[in-house]
């Protein structure tokens, strides 16, 4: 065969193969030697590697609104946030090179602040203001006289400027009085500013219709003693009436007195009084002091009696306590109404139609009763005097009709704030237990300089009302009769109820009931733990036990063991309800018979059951007392003041470590 003549032999290809390397080999040594020489031109620089282009910046825009501004200096603005105090510094507006200022001073102001990067680069200042006497408050808007109604912007703001600077809500705005500016902005609130807070004088109540059978009216009839203004119509078209006394005038849904706005039936005399023809209390057909307001709404009318603190309490205290107790009792009293009234007064509970209370037992019972002049006594001797706790705050002057000879303490409402109540304790009612406080070193009794109280609870006394959670001992207890307990012989110091035939049905409806208010304390057994569920059945009964006692042996949680479920009834309130049949009478210790009752007297009772083939047929209670048990009793406090002790004495007794301070000092 012929040969390839470009056909290379080994030796040949080895001369190739070398001649190659010996090519990359010269090649790297002339690259090492070109970087050499650039080193040795221009020294230990390195070429840099290209940069990208940076991305242009994007501020950060927030705008928060309705801060309140306290001050502005050469560094920036201090506020108040949510809060808390913070501060900002002034930024560049609109790549300028000075820092924004304002035009003017931004001291003490709500505004809008805009921030660019975390600085400060507008202010929206809101100074367009209103001040007036606030009528009523909701979710809303407020209404403030010679305004109307104004909404409230989603986005406002509150601030309390008094004392220590605070946030706020629509809900602390004082009903009835000027204590607030108003931050307008587009015809909304943006900015509440409680400005002051100042001694209050007049009280607003809500006067329920006939036989308390709702809070609004249909037809209010009213008339006055002497002669009568009525005024109405719009706040820039008010109109005015003048009517004689006596003349009748009723205000139907459709009458032209509500065309806009509120109506106001004031008297034209001081000493006149607002009569209201067709509501009916005790006392026949009531007049009121001060001045009515009407404001309709679309399920009723609303009829709010404007009156003085101290002539409100010339008809509370009457109502809420016989007027021939003594002296001292009715100035107790006087001073727990005074204080009751004005916490409410604070803290409205009708700010929706402008009230702090109504006239019903949800509050105090006003005007129920005719005024008395033992009782308008005491309210002039105690004149402005409210009882604080030792931090300053406003006193929950709870009270009651009649203790067992013992009393309990707040937690008996399963409220988050019970346990911080400490000045009110579970203690013994006796001449013994009062005597041994009082001996404590201190100056009984309300003392004109300071209008303090003295005397401190026993050491024994406390430890008393805990033995008594103990089922053995508050059976010994509320099974006999202490002599030395001062309402030993009241008629509702002991009492009996007996339940022959156990009504299963209302009982199961009466459980429901309470779940629906309050379905944390209805429980029923599940798993071996008690939960929160509907109540769905009982079936046959086995047994109904108290469970757990409260301080004082007040009875706490109810144990209801039953064919189809096991239920626990917590609260003494609730266990009240439970337990009362709506048609057994409670039989009091004088023998007296009181008939069907919407509750048990008290939560003081011990149960045994009646049982036939292993179920309960029926039950009974021994108990004692009349009323929850937490503050002052009111028949304690009458023989106590019997006994000898002062207004001061019976409140230092009932509310350890109070003070008495006259409001208008």
């Not at 002669?227 to 706040?235: A, C, K, L, N, P």
């Not at 005597?435 to 430890?463: K, L, Q, R, V, W």
Request: include cysteine.
């Amino acid at each position: 065969m012929k040969k390839d003549r470009f056909h290379l032999s080994r030796s040949q290809r080895m001369q190739l193969k070398a001649f190659i390397c010996l090519l990359g080999f010269l090649l790297i040594i002339l690259l090492l030697a070109g970087k050499l020489i650039g080193v040795l031109l221009h020294g230990s620089e390195t070429p840099q590697e290209e940069v990208p282009p940076e991305e242009p910046h994007i501020p950060v825009v927030e705008i928060i609104h309705n801060i309140w501004i306290l001050e502005e200096n050469e560094e920036g603005i201090l506020v108040f946030r949510d809060g808390e105090r913070d501060s900002f510094g002034w930024g560049n507006a609109g790549g300028e090179e000075q820092a924004y200022r304002p035009g003017e001073p931004v001291r003490e102001q709500i505004a809008d602040v805009t921030l660019t990067d975390g600085l400060v680069t507008e202010i929206k200042l809101k100074k367009d203001k209103i001040n007036g006497r606030i009528l009523s408050v909701d979710e809303t808007g407020v209404e403030v006289e010679g305004y109307g109604k104004l909404p409230l912007a989603a986005d406002c703001r509150g601030y309390r400027l008094y004392d220590s600077l605070e946030m706020c809500t629509a809900g602390d705005i004082r009903i009835g009085y000027d204590f607030t500016d108003l931050c307008l902005e587009e015809g909304k609130i943006c900015g509440i500013l409680l400005a002051k807070e100042e001694a209050m004088d007049y009280i607003r109540v809500l006067v329920k219709a006939a036989d308390y059978s709702g809070l609004l009216h249909a037809e209010p009839v009213i008339t006055a003693d002497t002669d009568f203004t009525i005024t109405y119509g719009s706040y820039d078209d008010r109109k005015t009436e003048l009517h004689r006394a006596g003349e009748e005038i009723t205000f139907s849904g459709d009458s032209p007195y509500f065309e806009s706005g509120r109506v106001s039936v004031v008297p034209d005399v001081l000493t006149g009084k607002v009569i209201l023809k067709n509501v009916n209390r005790s006392q026949g057909t009531p007049s009121y002091r001060g001045r009515m307001e009407l404001l309709q709404t679309k399920e009723g009318i609303a009829v709010i009696n404007e009156v003085l603190l101290e002539e409100y309490l010339y008809s509370v205290v009457p109502s809420e306590m016989p007027a021939g107790y003594p002296a001292e009792a009715l100035k107790a009293q006087a001073i727990c109404a005074r204080t009751y009234a004005y916490g409410h007064m604070e803290h409205a509970g009708y700010p929706q139609y402008g009230a702090h209370v109504d006239d019903s037992t949800s509050y105090q019972v006003y005007n129920n009763i005719l005024e008395q002049e033992s009782t308008t006594t005491a309210v002039k001797e105690t004149y402005g005097l409210l009882l604080h706790t030792a931090d300053g705050a406003l006193a929950g002057t709870y009270y009651y009709s009649t203790s067992c000879g013992m009393g309990s303490d707040a937690n008996v409402w399963k409220t988050a704030a019970a346990p911080l109540i400490t000045y009110l304790r579970a203690k013994p009612l006796s001449r013994a237990a009062m005597a041994a406080a009082m001996a404590e070193p201190s100056s009984p009794g309300i003392t004109e300089a300071s209008g303090e109280t003295g005397g401190e609870g026993s050491e024994g006394s406390e430890d008393l009302g805990e033995a008594f959670r103990e089922e053995a001992a508050f059976a010994e207890f509320i099974l006999s009769k202490n002599e030395d307990d001062f309402e030993a012989d009241e008629s509702w110091y002991r009492w009996t109820y007996e339940v022959k035939q156990l009504d299963g049905d209302r009982m199961l409806e009466t459980l429901k009931k309470r779940y629906d208010a309050n379905s944390a304390l209805i429980l029923t057994l599940k798993d071996g733990e008690y939960v929160s569920e509907e109540i769905r059945g009982l079936g046959d009964i086995r047994e109904i036990y108290v469970a757990k006692r409260g301080a004082g042996g007040v009875a706490d949680e109810l144990v209801i063991e039953a064919e189809k479920a096991t239920y626990k009834v917590i609260s003494e309130h609730n266990i009240r309800y439970v337990l009362n049949d709506g048609k057994t009478s409670v039989v009091r210790q004088d023998g007296r018979k009181s008939g069907a009752m919407a509750l048990l007297p008290s939560g003081f009772f011990v149960i045994s059951t009646g049982k036939k083939n292993g179920n309960v047929i029926g039950y009974s209670l021994s108990g004692g007392g009349f009323g929850h048990g937490v503050g002052m009793s009111q028949n304690g406090a009458k023989e106590m003041a019997k006994c000898g002790w002062a207004a001061g004495d019976i409140l230092a007794y009932f509310y350890e470590d109070c003070v008495i301070k006259c409001i208008y000092e």
